[in-house]
């Protein structure tokens, strides 16, 4: 992602962000998301058990629960929003001397910050509902039903429970991404700032950065405790969620589901800092061939 190339008008962002990450939680994305939050949702279920309860609720549908229209609407604005904040801070941080490192974390932290705040909380809690909320029964409230009871009882405050975990979270995860891409892009290319980086890389540079954004977990754990619904009870705050998570499960609690997010990690940072940078590299020919014709 980072600066944007010369002949690339900034709303292409909007654009490639969004369209990059509908493709990504289309393909591999939705079932890291369905098994991550339903390990941080049943912290006593591991990795083959969540996989398991996950098969028999509809084979592999199952492992695509809520990802229409939930997760789609997510994915599209998520992406736009993300990767166009994150370039404009990046590029303007870059012009006033900030290195390639210390601007992607700029760019990432705000982008993220900006984006939980503007598109990602509500969409966030209606995917959790969908995943976590009760099976089986003629009885049980569907999506729409459980969040309209939402809004009816707290207002469209409701559908915010858990931003605050979700914007630290947001920021943390972008920061680390865009940072830690950056500033590895930044020490392959060693003295010479000049020199143009082979695919390998940048797709080494953004699997790393994907890599090492699970340092947060917690803030995961900790969001999908607070819009997770369980029956007579209030929706905790930020500090009860944490306190609830050490009370039932220690320290390990904090850091269950971890292997599914590194993989969802993984693969949306190589789409979005990876598969970004490949689209705008397409572009910026584009743009120049255009120019020559013209």
Not at 56 to 76: C, D, H, N, T, V
Not at 101 to 117: I, P
Request: charged content about 20%; some cysteine.
């Amino acid at each position: 992602m980072g600066k944007p190339e010369p002949g690339i008008p900034m709303w292409a962002n909007a654009v490639i962000g969004g369209g990059l990450n509908i493709f990504e939680i289309s393909t591999l994305g939705q079932p890291f998301e369905v098994i991550k939050t339903h390990q941080a949702a049943n912290r006593g279920d591991n990795l083959m058990v969540a996989m398991q309860k996950t098969w028999q609720r509809g084979g592999i549908a199952g492992f695509y629960q809520g990802l229409i229209p939930w997760a789609w609407l997510e994915a599209g604005t998520k992406g736009g929003v993300i990767l166009l904040s994150s370039s404009f801070i990046e590029e303007n941080a870059t012009r006033m001397g900030a290195s390639k490192g210390v601007a992607g974390l700029l760019g990432g932290s705000g982008g993220g910050v900006v984006q939980a705040y503007t598109t990602m909380a509500p969409a966030c809690l209606m995917k959790t509902i969908e995943v976590t909320r009760a099976k089986g029964g003629p009885n049980t409230p569907s999506t729409l039903a459980v969040a309209a009871d939402i809004i009816k009882k707290e207002g469209i405050a409701g559908m915010y429970r858990g931003v605050s975990a979700v914007a630290l979270r947001q920021m943390t995860n972008w920061g680390t991404r865009f940072g830690v891409a950056r500033l590895t892009e930044q020490v392959f290319q060693g003295g010479d700032k000049t020199r143009k980086l082979t695919k390998v890389e940048r797709l080494s540079a953004a699997v790393l950065g994907g890599a090492t954004m699970c340092w947060n977990q917690p803030l995961e754990i900790i969001r999908v405790e607070m819009q997770t619904a369980r029956e007579g009870e209030a929706k905790p705050s930020f500090f009860k969620a944490a306190q609830r998570i050490y009370a039932e499960n220690g320290l390990a609690g904090f850091y269950r589901a971890v292997i599914p997010r590194m993989g969802l990690s993984i693969y949306l940072t190589t789409v979005m800092v990876f598969g970004g940078d490949e689209v705008k590299i397409a572009l910026k020919e584009y743009y120049k061939n255009k120019n020559k014709v013209s």
